[in-house]
């Protein structure tokens, strides 16, 4: 049983699919909360995301099989390797697609949409458009972001300014953190033949990007609390967080492409977003609880 199924999660990308559920479930622990938002609910909301999120993964790897093979960390894919048939990926993928916007509609139209809008951008626009330009970048980190808006919008039925902080938050992250994915891995990028800023642009122009995109990074993660969204213990955290991402960014001017840097700006980000998103979620909660004290 364990080996028929194992090719199919390999598609979904679960370790990908578990960060996007977290963002999610960010979005949904920091929206301010319905009564009626019970653990049914949260039941939903997880299972429908990480469905939704999995089955455009798979059909990424469907649609992308000739590229995988000629990458090294991709190369070892059900699909590339032979160990599943295209057509059981297709159909596995749009039942997975179908049956988790199901169970998004249990919860309201609002985040069934957000989910199929998500899906849908990412393997008809996004995937695609790897092949053909660097703005893939753009239009791949729009999908990457909604996820958050999925959890507000499952426990408020609508998108309320941290909605979109949130989606901020995410859209951003993602602009350096690709950037020094394709930075690090370049040539294969280059063989696969997909576009890249680094590939398009040259190094020095994606690192100044990398710096950009993480400045701006850093603006948007601090404004929770100049919205009462957050209090000055998480404006302090997600300042230091954003300053310590943007070092290694900074070092990449002077030691330029092939430099320990890059790996470390990239597992930098990797932290960097579930310690931003937690220091929210944990600041609310201290912020509840002190209300309680207080009140009594």
């Known amino acids: 049983m364990k080996q028929t199924l194992a090719p199919y999660l390999s598609l979904m990308k679960l370790r990908l699919s578990s960060l996007v559920l977290l963002t999610a479930a960010c979005g949904a622990a920091v929206a301010p909360k319905e ?3 019970t653990l049914v609910s949260w039941a939903l909301l997880l299972l429908g995301t990480l469905g939704i999120v999995g089955a455009a993964n798979a059909l990424n790897c469907y649609l992308e099989r000739d590229v995988d093979a000629l ?3 991709t190369r070892e894919r059900p699909l590339v390797t032979g160990q599943l048939h295209p057509a059981r990926a297709l159909a596995f993928s749009l039942v997975l697609a179908t049956s988790s916007l199901v169970l998004l509609a249990e919860l309201n139209l609002k985040t069934m949409l957000l989910g199929f809008l998500g899906f849908l951008s990412y393997v008809a626009i996004y995937t695609p458009m790897k092949r053909r330009s660097m703005g893939a970048l753009f239009t791949g980190a729009i999908p990457g972001a909604i996820p958050p808006l999925m959890g507000w919008a499952a426990v408020r039925n609508d998108l ?3 909605a979109w902080i949130l989606f901020g938050i995410l859209f951003f992250w993602q602009l350096p953190h690709f950037i ?3 930075l690090f891995r370049q040539e294969e990028y280059d063989n696969a033949g997909l576009k890249t800023v680094s590939g398009t642009l040259g190094a020095h122009n994606a690192i100044l990007q990398m710096i950009f995109w993480t400045g701006v990074l850093g603006i948007v993660s601090v404004l929770p609390a100049f919205f009462n969204l957050a209090s000055p213990l998480y404006f302090g955290a997600a300042t230091i967080l954003s ?3 943007l070092v290694p960014c900074l070092l990449g001017l002077r030691d ?4 320990p840097w ?7 980000s990797l932290a960097y977003l579930p310690i931003v998103l937690g220091m929210w979620v944990l600041d609310q909660r201290l912020q509840h609880w002190i209300g309680i004290y207080v009140g009594q």
């Open 180 to 182: 020094a994915i394709s």
């Open 35 to 37: 009564a009626s938002f």
């Open 160 to 162: 309320d300014l941290g």
């Open 243 to 245: 300053l310590a991402f």
């Open 262 to 268: 890059v790996r470390t700006a990239f597992f930098g």
């Open 71 to 73: 990458m090294e960390r």
């Open 256 to 259: 330029g492409q092939h430099s």
